[in-house]
């Protein structure tokens, strides 16, 4: 985990990406979507450094995708230090960010509440 990449405006874990070994994280414009990107665009026009920093419960770009959205409902409730925590936590005892591309145990869920408790507890 390169922990100091932390996450994405979107929620998306910049610290956990494999997608692309030269990208900063999202402010460095390595990520694959970051020309059209809408929660990029909007968060900045908003002067927000996240999404989980904006009051709306919004579903647009990434975060129509539960993954980033969780991430981003649960650094609202719990804050990024304790996301960050428990994904370190969760890969040193196995689960995998990215297991078959950009999918992987975390993308393994359709329901928010089941998601968030497996972020927090590392058991489903
Ligand atoms: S999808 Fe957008 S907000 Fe998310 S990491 Fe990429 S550029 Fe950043
Ligand atoms: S409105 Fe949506 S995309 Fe824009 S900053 Fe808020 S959560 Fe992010």
Known sequence: MKRELGIARC????????ENVECNGCGSNG???????ENKKCSIT????HCYKCEENCRKGLLSKIKPYTFTL?????GE?????CLERNEKDGVMYHRNGINGD?????????????ILTGER
Do not use: I, W
């Open 11 to 18: 929620g998306l874990a910049c610290c956990l990406c494999s």
């Open 31 to 37: 990520c694959p979507y970051h020309e059209s990107c």
């Open 46 to 49: 908003k002067e927000l450094t």
């Open 74 to 78: 649960f650094a609202k409730k719990y």
């Open 81 to 85: 230090k304790k996301l960050l925590d």
């Open 106 to 118: 975390y993308d393994d869920f359709d329901d928010v509440e089941q998601l968030m408790k497996f």
